[in-house]
């Protein structure tokens, strides 16, 4: 079925680890971003692309990093995992945000301890 | 900086029973205020885009609407399957979110 797929669904990091969130639209939707959801924060960009080899960063991108070497993947760094980190993590694309808003993947539960 | 605010944070509501959602939003260039639907364990889904002033949407049970400081969503006779967390969302140079609206209606 077409949409966005992430991996994994859940996943627990010890502090200082790292890891990549995977992400993987099969739609060719230019637009690919990095949300992270806490409660009562409601959804914070992180990173967002507007094309293969275009990325910028959101409102927390602090502790994270992009790539976007195809249209269809965006993974996502931690680069050293900090408890702050411990969120759910959306991946979202669009063909065009203003028509038709994100596809948003089922998540990744990140915890980190 | 664009800011998202939707109140009220919880709803209950008896089957049957109208009510609204309100986003309130302050953004420099308005290209599109969004309404999604999350279910838990899951993703946002899309619903309604409103681009201007007076515009109005609808789908089934629910009705959004958009002034130049504010939306509504309109739910009209709920039923137990419309309990979820509408988020709303303003588009400018990227897509801001509000922290969402949990809405359970009790048969």
């Known amino acids: 079925n077409a949409g966005v797929t992430q991996t994994p669904k859940f996943q627990v990091l010890k502090t200082g680890q790292s890891m990549t969130l995977q992400c993987a639209q099969d739609?060719?939707?230019?637009?690919m971003s990095w949300y992270r959801q806490d409660p009562g924060m409601g959804l914070r960009l992180i990173h967002y692309s507007v094309g293969a080899g275009i990325t910028d960063q959101g409102e927390v991108p602090n502790g994270y990093n992009v790539s976007r070497s195809t249209t269809e993947d965006f993974p996502l760094r931690l680069l050293s995992a900090a408890p702050s980190q411990t969120s759910v993590y959306f991946c979202?694309?669009?063909?065009?945000?203003?028509?038709?808003?994100?596809?948003f993947g089922s998540g990744t539960r990140l915890t980190v301890v | 900086e664009d800011q998202v605010t939707q109140s009220p944070e919880a709803l209950r509501l008896q089957e049957g029973e109208s009510s609204s959602l309100n986003c309130s939003y302050t953004?420099?260039?308005?290209?599109?205020l969004f309404w999604y639907r999350q279910d838990p364990g899951k993703g946002p889904e899309f619903l309604f885009t409103?681009?201007?002033a007076g515009e109005e949407k609808e789908k089934e049970r629910l009705k959004a609407t958009l002034t130049k400081k504010e939306s509504f969503l309109h739910i009209t006779a709920p039923k137990p399957e419309d309990s979820a967390t509408y988020l709303c969302a303003v588009l400018n140079n990227d897509m801001r979110f509000g922290a969402g609206t949990r809405l359970t209606v009790k048969p």
């Open positions: 739609m060719n939707h230019e637009y």
């Open positions: 979202a694309s669009s063909y065009s945000l203003e028509g038709y808003g994100y596809t």
């Open positions: 409103l681009y201007s």
């Open positions: 953004v420099s260039g308005l290209r599109g």
